[in-house]
């Protein structure tokens, strides 16, 4: 190894972002093993070795390691006080003596070696350059092109990888045609042995919140607070919103002038309807925003088990609930309340079954 080579090392290492200490470290751990492969004893496993590269020239050195004892036992790895006196007089019992053992053809053994090592970590330090730079990325959004589809999964070109959008992943009747490009959610990334595994979402909430954080600027700079969202993807999504400035409205906000706003995250989606909704400290009018687009006379909530009765009119009740009950799930997962929804008559009926159950029980006293 010389000065041109070390030189050609500080470039790559420069070049691609690795730590020069790491390289050079590596190549010396490297350089320990193939001395005791090829040049140790076979019987002497336990020599302890190290190599030292300069700088600068380039120049290796290998040196065996001895502690000094009083009575050597084992002359690999032990060397005698007398001994090591003759080499230094500052040497004391349990210090460490190095001898050079270099031997005279090492540095071809070693340039081959250090060859392999610098791009061997250079593969490495890449992934991780790549898998570090997507971590940071991890619950975030990010632009896709559809490659492929294969056994169930989609793949799509993130830029410097592939992502994988998993069965439950992706939204029902959703076509994920070749060079198509989506939005979608990172919601994890692992660093596996070939590099960075990401996993990307379309049905995630996170991406409907993401969406919003780019459209709505007042979201993106926290004046408008997204306090919680519930979603069915393909079909629906519950969005509950707190402005932090009076002067502000939430709900405006996010509509956008002429709902444009709105609109652009509603195309993203494929048509996936949105409801906006005012979030609110109090339960009773929180839970009553979330049945929107369903008119709510009255909320009574129970604290302790977190349920709420709602009280809605006749000809609001199937708005309430929902094509198959979706709208009032929904509610549910946006509010955390569980929710038992009657019509105005229901009621009226049950308080009159109630009154005549007790009228027979006073006639009955009688």
Known sequence: MNEEFIGALREIVKEKGISEDLIFTTIEDAMVAAYKKNYANPNTSAQNVRVSINRESGEINVYSQKVVCDEVYDDVTEISIEDAKEISPK???????????????????AAQLAKQVVTQRMKEAERNIVYNEYKEMEYDIITGTI?????????????????????????????????????????????GSKGALIHVSRTHPGLVKRLFELEVPEIYNGVVEVKSISREAGSRSKLAVHSNDESVDPMGACVGPKGIRVQKIVSELKNEKIDIIKWSKSPEEFIANSLSPAKVLSVEVNEEDKTAKVVVDDNQLSLAIGKEGQNVRLAAKLTNWKIDIKSKSQIEALEESKESEEDNTLDSAE
């Not at 040497?91 to 053994?109: A, H, K, M, Q, S």
């Not at 830029?159 to 919601?187: A, S």
Request: hydrophobic content about 35%; proline content about 5%.
């Open 91 to 109: 040497y004391e019992v349990d210090d460490i003596v190095e001898l050079e053992v270099t031997p005279r053809n090492f540095g071809r053994v």
């Open 147 to 191: 490659l492929r589809k294969d056994k169930g999964n989609v793949f799509v070109n993130l830029g410097k990888l592939e992502g994988v959008i998993g069965p439950n992943e992706q939204m029902p009747n959703e076509e994920y045609n070749f060079n198509e490009k989506l939005k979608l959610y990172i919601v994890e990334v692992k660093n």
